[in-house]
């Protein structure tokens, strides 16, 4: 059997940027998840010293559908089995023990991901894709790199697809395009104000927009129609070499083009096969030079 998980996850990351009374549910919840699940709206803000509107108010503040929406998340999480967490490299590490953390690192954030991302939400932004006249994934450095991908991705199913990290030229495009545009996006922090400034500008020009953030509110965010969410990931030491957190951004980016090349199979396999012979017609004159 399956279950919804992912509830602890989003109260640990949204914890230190909640309000004090919102904080203090969190925490309760987070101490006693196997009480929490067993209350109802009003006993869990008598237990942790708040209120039921408190309770309700951290609901909306993680993006969930109500109180019955975390419970169900946290029972799903109290099945499951334990798992290493996050591990950081150490002065000198050894090669394995590198491989061993490093690879920990990459499944726990899949995870995570996975548990973080709302399928309603998706199946809003696989619409929008599948549908868009043009594409454009807009990301800032490490998240360049992800926009890069997901410009090949859909490239190659014949979208019309562009990607851009210079925010002067990615403005350019914006400015020239019209309401049947989608707009992605992307910031693990979700505080880059050149994409939040993108976003925001396509909003004005009635396009549709996409962010992909770690979890929890942002600038980014703020000016998204659909909001998707990675894991933040606990990596204190490293976590400017974007390393479990591209691993995030990956996994979303191909979730939705799996997503958008299914409901167009029969088209998605001819372009495939025509891009494949495209580039090995390519490859194979340059060999036979």
Same mark, same amino acid.
């Given at each position: 059997m399956s279950y919804m998980t992912g509830g602890l996850t989003m109260l640990t990351e949204m914890l230190p940027t909640l309000p004090p009374s919102e904080k203090k549910i969190a925490s309760y919840i987070i101490?006693?998840?196997?009480e929490a699940i067993k209350l109802t709206v009003q006993e869990l803000g =008598?237990?942790?010293? &708040?209120?039921?509107?408190?309770? *309700?108010?951290?609901?909306?503040?993680?993006?969930?559908?109500?109180?019955?929406?975390? =419970?169900f998340r946290i029972a799903g999480d109290i099945q499951k089995t334990t798992n290493e967490g996050f591990r950081d490299i150490k002065p000198n590490e050894p090669l394995q023990a590198i491989i061993d953390k490093m690879t920990n690192n990459s499944i726990q954030t899949i995870r995570e991901t996975a548990e973080l991302l709302r399928t309603d939400e998706l199946e809003k932004a696989v619409h929008l894709l599948?549908?868009?006249?043009?594409?454009?994934?807009i990301g800032v450095g490490?998240?360049? *790199? *992800?926009?890069?991908?997901?410009?090949?991705?859909?490239?190659r199913i014949n979208k019309t697809v562009h990607a851009f990290s210079d925010i002067h030229m990615a403005a350019t495009l914006v400015a020239n395009g019209d309401e049947d545009d989608v707009v992605v996006g992307i910031s693990f922090s979700g505080e880059t104000k050149e994409v939040a400034k993108i976003l925001e500008l396509a909003k004005m020009k009635n396009m549709k927009t996409i962010s992909l953030t770690k979890y929890g509110s942002s600038k980014v965010a703020d000016h998204a129609d659909i909001r998707l969410y990675t894991?933040? &990931?606990?990596e204190p030491t490293f976590r400017s070499g974007a390393t479990s957190s591209r691993i995030g951004q990956l996994q979303v980016i191909d979730i939705l083009f799996m997503r958008v090349a299914t409901l167009k199979y029969e088209e998605t396999v001819e372009y495939i096969d025509v891009t494949?012979?495209?580039i090995?017609? *390519?490859?194979m004159n340059d060999k036979k030079k």
């Open positions: 101490s006693h998840p196997e =008598k237990r942790s010293e &708040t209120s039921g509107a408190a309770v *309700i108010r951290l609901c909306k503040s993680l993006d969930l559908n109500g109180f019955q929406d975390l =419970k599948l549908h868009a006249k043009k594409i454009h994934f490490a998240s360049g *790199i *992800i926009a890069k991908d997901a410009e090949q991705k859909f490239l894991s933040a &990931t606990r494949r012979d495209a090995n017609f *390519i490859t």
